[in-house]
């Protein structure tokens, strides 16, 4: 167990590293010349309303496992084979949906993602190389440079799930507060005190909120953007569609005010929004 805890402080040391980031903005850089901004929204998995890449990665390394497994049962050579090739078509766009999300995370995610891709990159070139010689007729070849593909596509998966799981990337970032929030109406400010047509901060309990009062309807949503937790009351209003939305001012997710749907990616699921009434010129608001 101290071990693996020594492992996660030095992936922790690592995101410190401000010694990649000339290699990170250079790969960015390329990253955002390749993919339109359409494209990366259906990468990040908008249509989804849930992050694509970790269900692309399953394709691969679920068949990558079982050619593994098939390798050491006599006569499964054929099938051995397939598997590998069935991954690797899968790593296609596994590999373009984790630089779509890599390219907008925040510089820490981004450091400790290149040595993510860089462990992913070696085991998709291992599994290139095991498929050409195994159809080549060099099993022993085939097996043992699928073994060593394996390995780093293990390394490479540890990687992700530190990504994921202890920084935060792919995460609900407005669910923790969310849940915080009081079950019953709870007021949020005196009417006459929200300006009209701008995102202002407010608090119930603990919880920051946004409140945008429009000439109509006063719309309040938990202020931590559901990306990357950043503070939405910051970000700008636009008109997309006639319909009035926020922008992060982090990454540029593009919410509806009216329900949190998702406009625009980085974010792939919507924004938490609160129930909201009057009550004697108070504005209250509740989950």
Not at 201 to 227: K, S, T, W
Request: glycine share 10%.
């Amino acid at each position: 167990m101290e071990l693996l805890a020594s492992g996660a402080r030095r992936l922790d040391a690592v995101e410190q590293d401000e010694r990649l980031d000339r290699p990170v903005g250079v790969v960015r850089a390329a990253v955002n010349r390749a993919l339109s901004r359409p494209v990366k929204d259906a990468l990040h998995g908008r249509w989804l309303g849930h992050p694509l890449h970790p269900a692309l990665t399953d394709v691969a390394v679920g068949a990558w496992v079982g050619s593994a497994v098939l390798d050491r049962i006599p006569g499964q050579e054929r099938a051995a084979t397939t598997l590998v090739g069935v991954g690797l078509a899968g790593a296609v766009p596994a590999v373009w949906s984790g630089f779509a999300d890599w390219s907008e995370a925040d510089p820490e995610q981004e450091r400790l993602g290149l040595w993510h891709a860089a462990a992913q990159a070696a085991g998709n070139a291992l599994y290139l190389a095991s498929l050409v010689a195994r159809l080549r007729g060099r099993q022993r070849a085939g097996r043992a440079l699928g073994a060593a593909g394996l390995a780093a596509v293990t390394v490479g998966a540890y990687l992700g799930g530190h990504l994921a799981y202890r920084s935060g990337v792919g995460m609900n970032h407005a669910d923790p507060a969310w849940r915080r929030l009081p079950r019953g109406w709870q007021v949020v400010d005196e009417l006459t005190n929200l300006p009209q047509g701008k995102p202002v901060r407010r608090a119930i309990g603990d919880v920051p909120v946004l409140v945008y009062r429009g000439p109509r309807q006063v719309h309040v949503l938990v202020e931590e953007c559901v990306h990357l937790a950043g503070p939405l009351s910051d970000g700008e209003v636009t008109v997309q569609d006639d319909e009035v939305c926020v922008v992060c001012p982090w990454h540029g997710s593009t919410y509806r005010l009216r329900d949190g749907a998702v406009r625009r990616g980085p974010a792939v699921m919507p924004q938490p929004v609160l129930k909201v009434r009057i009550v004697n010129d108070r504005v209250e608001a509740r989950r």
